[in-house]
């Protein structure tokens, strides 16, 4: 069967909470990455982030990069929070895959996350807070 690259930067990670979305459909982990220095990322109230290409302004995202089943895609989509979708991402490697981005609307108002890095570390942050 035909695979897709994805990369993917919030809770379709390893072990964090929609990855069991990825594992159902046969998709397996090929590598970790970073994006080109040309993103910006939010935390959607606190349940997942909604990663923005950008002109200017921008870091590089730590993402995972996944094989698909090609006819899946749409599957992982569909389960994907609202306001999330798919589209091309750069890597700083160069390669341009798809991946999970957010709607910029999405984003308006929300508590911009990009000096974290990737959500893992958004995430373990707001725990140790709440310790």
């Given at each position: 069967?035909?695979?897709t690259l994805l990369?993917?930067?919030?809770?379709?990670?390893r072990?964090?909470?929609?990855?069991?979305?990825?594992?159902?459909v046969?998709?397996?982990?090929?590598?970790?990455?970073?994006?080109?220095?040309?993103?910006?990322?939010?935390?959607?109230?606190?349940r997942?982030?909604?990663?923005?290409?950008?002109?200017?302004?921008?870091?590089?995202?730590?993402?995972?990069?996944?094989?698909?089943?090609q006819?899946?895609i749409?599957?992982?989509?569909?389960?994907?929070?609202?306001g999330?979708?798919?589209?091309?991402?750069?890597?700083?490697?160069?390669?341009?895959l798809?991946?999970?981005?957010?709607?910029?609307?999405?984003?308006e108002?929300?508590?911009?996350?990009?000096?974290?890095?990737?959500?893992?570390?958004?995430?373990?942050?707001?725990?140790?807070n709440?310790?």
């Amino acid at each position: 069967m035909d695979t897709t690259l994805l990369a993917v930067n919030g809770t379709l990670m390893r072990g964090l909470e929609l990855n069991p979305n990825l594992l159902a459909v046969g998709a397996t982990f090929v590598r970790e990455a970073f994006t080109a220095p040309n993103y910006r990322m939010w935390s959607i109230n606190d349940r997942h982030p909604a990663m923005i290409r950008v002109n200017h302004g921008g870091s590089a995202i730590a993402v995972e990069v996944w094989a698909v089943p090609q006819p899946s895609i749409t599957t992982i989509l569909l389960q994907e929070p609202p306001g999330l979708c798919i589209g091309k991402v750069l890597l700083s490697d160069g390669e341009e895959l798809l991946g999970v981005l957010g709607e910029p609307v999405i984003c308006e108002g929300q508590r911009e996350i990009t000096d974290w890095g990737n959500w893992r570390n958004y995430i373990f942050s707001i725990n140790q807070n709440k310790t």
